[in-house]
């Protein structure tokens, strides 16, 4: 049965709608174009890596490789179960606090010898994994040819 309205050809009023009620489409239409376009222009930097030695196998390796053992002189890093650090060279001691006064620390104990040094990191087994990731990346920065990590339980 037609509208009354409908019979004479006019066109159906609409319908109103509510005034507390807003069309949430263009607002969720510029949401993903602006998640687009800052996907796009984002610049994603590249971090320097730590190398980390691979583990080794309890299996013997079918073709055994003798590398030489060479000697390298040590500089010790001790982090302990608050996250605070000990450099400990033959010739001094120190303890940096925080990343930026690590490395100056670490630098200033490769300054003599710059070649065939590692870093005897030993941390304690309650220290936070972040300290510990501190410390290889000073390691890291300040040109160890080597890194040796040690959990301890306690220092002496």
Do not use: C, Y
């Not at 800052?38 to 610049?43: D, Q, R, Y």
């Amino acid at each position: 049965m037609p509208l009354p309205s409908q019979a004479n050809g006019d066109v159906p009023p609409r319908a109103k709608r509510d005034n507390g009620e807003l069309d949430m489409t263009p607002m969720v239409d510029v949401t993903f174009l602006l998640l687009i376009f800052f996907m796009v222009t984002a610049s994603f930097s590249l971090q320097r890596s730590i190398a980390m030695p691979r583990q080794m196998s309890d299996q013997p390796s079918p073709n055994p490789s003798v590398e030489p053992n060479v000697e390298l002189e040590s500089i010790q890093l001790e982090i302990d179960d608050e996250g605070a650090f000990l450099v400990l060279t033959p010739d001094w001691e120190r303890e940096p606090t925080g990343k930026q006064n690590l490395v100056a620390a670490l630098k200033e104990a490769v300054a003599a010898n710059h070649d065939n040094l590692k870093l005897d990191i030993r941390v304690h087994e309650n220290a936070q994994l972040q300290r510990l990731v501190d410390g290889m990346d000073a390691g890291t920065i300040t040109g160890f040819q080597a890194i040796q990590i040690t959990q301890v339980n306690g220092f002496d």
